[in-house]
């Protein structure tokens, strides 16, 4: 049987930590879960990538929490591979929202987030899904407001963002030298939208790649996400998969 924690030759006890995976979620059995292990793909903590979910993204399908998380994690990854890559950031797992639903403990997602975390760094990274649509929340720790990215502009997606924020701040409350809740909360204009109903997912991922670039983003020049959509889903199949190899 395989430990699912091993199955990427990369991923370190010390990335677990970054991104808030539980330990007591790393090393679930394929028995316990019910699943059949040959069709596992990849599988990191509370993370699991199968031959089903390689499909969805060549298809041009719906990407679950599963999808988004994983490519929160390889931006952690990359980040920590190659110092100063990326601005210092945090990301939050998308767990974090969708198990409070639940009546979950919720805390193990953010164990990650303290004082000394906070302060190292610039960004902190929190995609949401709700009523099936992602969007991505930005916390900008150094000017002390919120960023909301949205490819299917529209009021009811943000309206549940200050409970977001709520929950997150329950979670982390000695973590900040101020009170999150209070920060403002600005829609980031200009940014590519989705043509259709199912590439949501993709343009968060690539809203966190692109806001953690060292150089700032001038939106109004990037006009070729929706043209590139296909090949931005394969590059992410391909990292999944180069990342299993022993």
């Not at 966190?208 to 060292?214: C, F, G, K, T």
Request: aromatic share 12%; charged share 20%.
């Amino acid at each position: 049987m395989r430990n699912l924690a091993g199955i990427s030759r990369y991923y370190s006890v010390s990335t677990r930590n970054l991104v808030g995976i539980p330990d007591e979620l790393v090393g679930i059995t394929e028995e316990l879960l019910g699943i059949n292990a040959n069709d596992m793909i990849y599988a990191y903590g509370h993370v699991f990538i199968y031959r089903s979910q390689i499909d969805e993204l060549l298809m041009s399908e719906y990407l679950d929490n599963n999808h988004v998380d994983t490519f929160g994690i390889f931006l952690v990854e990359k980040n920590q591979m190659c110092p100063g890559l990326y601005l210092p950031f945090l990301f939050v797992s998308s767990f974090h929202w969708g198990y409070k639903k639940f009546n979950a403990d919720t805390k193990k997602f953010v164990s990650h987030i303290n004082k000394e975390s906070v302060n190292a760094a610039n960004l902190i990274l929190v995609p949401i899904i709700e009523s099936s649509h992602w969007t991505l929340l930005v916390g900008n720790l150094k000017n002390k407001v919120w960023d909301f990215y949205d490819s299917l502009p529209k009021k009811t997606h943000r309206a549940i963002l200050p409970e977001v924020i709520s929950h997150l701040y329950e979670d982390t409350t000695t973590s900040f030298a101020t009170d999150i809740r209070r920060w403002r909360i600005r829609r980031i204009k200009q940014v590519p939208t989705q043509k259709n109903s199912v590439d949501c997912g993709m343009y968060v991922c690539k809203y966190m790649e692109a806001v953690i670039q060292p150089e700032a983003v001038v939106w109004a020049h990037v006009k070729d996400w929706e043209d590139n959509m296909a090949k931005f889903r394969a590059e992410f199949a391909y990292a999944i998969l180069s990342s299993t190899i022993k």
